[in-house]
């Protein structure tokens, strides 16, 4: 099993500010299978980026994501208020799929 | 635009069966393209796959889980259902249906949740 570790656990920020979200893997994934979604409260998650750099249809471009074998990172340039939310990043490369732990970002 | 909408009873006692449903509208879960899976939360943590079923009736399920888990498909209801047996404190949590693009398991979209507690 892949176990990805999300780094930091929190982050404390403001609107407009950039960030950027780290995601390490035990072991290499697969064709760069890692996905990134965005928890509001209350919500499930939305999927935001896949294959490490591709934006799911609808997001807008201030969210990047990079990275190849274990270590992935997911930036947002300019936070908006709705961006204050718990991220997890998520490995489709093989089974079982997992999840990393999150990291929450608060205002 | 495909929705997704979990059913199922809030509290379930300890060593019975939770047994969830899942609702599909706005596309059909006979799509052989897609893959549906459940994903489960517990409060304040993080998420975990539970597994998933293909239209055909092909599964795969988290070894963590395997031996308690069982997943069927009705085309003729469009749903799909979890079942997990012998349930303990550990399983309360939010359980998620989502659907994936075969062949790969990345979840988009997923339904809203719903909260199943294991209590006497």
């Known amino acids: 099993e892949i176990v990805l570790t999300q780094s930091p656990g929190t982050l404390s920020l403001s609107p407009g500010e950039r960030v950027t979200l780290s995601c390490k893997a035990s072991?290499?994934?697969?064709?760069?299978?890692l996905a990134w979604y965005r928890q509001k409260p209350g919500q499930a998650p939305r999927l935001l980026m896949y294959?490490?750099?591709t934006r799911a249809a609808g997001i807008p471009d201030r969210f990047s994501g990079s990275g190849s074998g274990t270590d992935f990172t997911l930036t947002i340039s300019r936070l908006e208020p709705e961006d204050f939310a718990v991220y997890y990043c998520?490995?489709?490369?093989?089974?079982?799929?997992?999840f990393g732990q999150g990291t929450k970002l608060e205002i | 635009q495909v929705q997704l909408q979990e059913s199922g009873p809030g509290l379930v006692k300890p060593s019975q069966t939770l047994s969830l449903t899942c609702t599909v509208s706005?596309?059909?879960?006979?799509?052989?393209?897609?893959?549906w899976s459940w994903i489960r939360q517990p409060a304040g943590k993080g998420l975990e796959w539970i597994g998933r079923i293909h239209p055909t009736g092909s599964t795969i399920y988290n070894p963590s889980l395997s031996s308690r888990v069982t997943m069927s498909i009705d085309t003729s209801k469009n749903q799909f259902s979890l079942k997990l047996n012998s349930v303990t404190a550990a399983d309360t949590a939010v359980y998620y249906c989502?659907?994936?693009?075969?062949?790969?398991?990345?979840?988009?979209?997923w339904g809203q949740g719903t909260l199943v507690t294991v209590s006497s």
């Open positions: 989502a659907r994936a693009p075969k062949p790969i398991h990345l979840f988009d979209p």
């Open positions: 706005g596309g059909s879960v006979s799509n052989i393209s897609h893959y």
């Open positions: 294959t490490g750099s």
């Open positions: 072991q290499s994934v697969s064709n760069n299978f």
């Open positions: 998520q490995q489709y490369g093989s089974s079982p799929y997992t």
